[in-house]
């Protein structure tokens, strides 16, 4: 008997020394899994980066209108130039082949601002790099020009408890937005105002908007003042200017009222006309771009800015298509610029990498890892996808604090 209880504890003991010894196999193998997965995963979402040269334009500027014009990729840059002098913005035009090759640059004429031949080579030292005194530029992609005299030009008069101010006190300045690049043309809003406080019981505030052209080697062509958006009392607004098939542009109206106007390529415009109703909602529109189909496609909150979606809206016909709700991982997440994009209907950046969605799909998928492809930054900008594996996009890097861009190629996962 004592001796079968010895043999029986032997017994035990190895079974349990081998289930041990098993179970720390066991563990292991599994912890070699989890790293040959992570592994795995560091490969996932990943794009090599082809980077432009880009030509000199000083520490700060910033791309207020991309597109392409035939074969070319063309930018209408707004640079601003820092000095312990004087300190002004101007507008630029950079030409490059779809490659990132044969880099062009010059300033973009400003009608009434005198204009040298300012061409730069693709180093970047530009031949006359000063601008007419008195520019200044906002940081909101928009660039301003002031032209007549402001408070600066007042006289003070001594005496009493406040400063009293004689002379003229007016304010007279321009600015342009909403650049659109077609295949042989440039187009611009200008925005034009004038103040006139010299009379404290008459306070006067005049503003004008106009379309500008220009070709597209950045000279000036014509600028076509839209008279009936500029009536004395009211509030508007250019929302969106869109290319026409018949090489006019579309331009969608905001303030008092949400509308529409055309013009045609020789300058003539249409009517303005109030939206029909169902496409009221575009007052409360984020984003509007051209689909992977030639469609256009907008996102907009509703009523209660909570839910947001996504429609095609035909600008011919001022109607919306069926509107899907947009998944609220998007906006929760956060989102810093949508793009339109020939693999997905929507493509937008975020603080990780880049995603992709297509109407009624419940979830985005991510297309790119900022971290994954050694990208040091938290969002990418003016997105251009070439197809379905390549794109253009431009980025501010977090490490050297400057701007950055080139063509992203995807690398398939080994």
């Not at 040269?53 to 070319?72: F, R």
């Not at 008195?134 to 406040?162: A, K, R």
């Not at 610029?337 to 997905?344: D, P, V």
Request: with cysteine.
């Amino acid at each position: 008997m004592k001796g079968k209880k010895k043999l029986f504890t032997k017994l035990m003991s190895a079974l349990l020394v081998t289930t041990m010894t098993l179970g720390l196999t066991a563990c292991g193998g599994k912890q070699g899994g989890n790293q040959r997965q992570d592994k795995s995963l560091a490969k996932q979402n990943v794009y090599t980066l082809n980077e432009f040269e880009l030509p000199d334009m000083g520490d700060e500027w910033n791309i207020v209108g991309i597109g392409q014009s035939g074969d070319a990729l063309k930018m209408v840059v707004q640079v601003y130039n820092w000095s312990s002098e004087n300190s002004n913005t101007d507008l630029r035009l950079v030409s490059m082949s779809m490659d990132g090759s044969n880099v062009e640059q010059i300033k973009l004429d400003i009608p009434g601002q005198e204009n040298t031949d300012e061409s730069v080579s693709e180093e970047g030292d530009s031949q006359n790099g000063e601008t007419g005194n008195g520019e200044t530029g906002n940081g909101d992609g928009e660039m301003h020009i002031f032209t007549e005299g402001t408070t600066e030009d007042l006289d003070i008069v001594e005496g009493g408890d406040e400063p009293i101010y004689e002379g003229p006190s007016s304010n007279d300045y321009s600015g342009y937005n909403n650049f659109l690049i077609q295949d042989n043309a440039i187009y611009g809003i200008k925005y034009s105002t004038h103040e006139d406080y010299s009379d404290p019981d008459n306070y006067v505030s005049e503003s004008k908007n106009s379309i500008c052209k220009w070709n597209t080697q950045g000279q000036f062509e014509q600028e076509f003042e839209m008279e009936e958006l500029n009536s004395e009392g009211s509030y508007v607004y250019i929302m969106k200017v869109l290319s026409k098939k018949d090489g006019g542009v579309l331009l969608l109206i905001g303030g008092d009222e949400v509308c529409k106007s055309t013009m045609d390529a020789e300058g003539n415009f249409s009517e303005k006309q109030a939206l029909s109703k169902g496409t009221e909602v575009l007052n409360n529109y984020q984003n509007m771009f051209e689909g992977k189909n030639g469609e256009i496609l907008v996102t907009y909150y509703d009523d209660t800015w909570t839910n947001m979606y996504m429609a095609e809206y035909d600008p011919e016909t001022d109607k919306l298509g069926e509107a899907v709700q947009i998944p609220q991982s998007i906006a929760w997440n956060g989102n810093g610029e949508m793009f339109s994009g020939k693999s997905h209907d929507l493509i937008y950046s975020t603080g990780s990498g880049v995603y992709g969605y297509d109407l009624g799909d419940e979830e985005p998928v991510q297309m790119m890892s900022y971290i994954n492809s050694d990208v040091n930054t938290s969002s990418l900008s003016n997105f251009n996808e070439l197809n379905e594996t390549q794109f253009v996009a431009f980025y501010y890097d977090n490490a050297d604090g400057t701007m950055h861009g080139g063509i992203f190629t995807k690398v398939n996962p080994e």
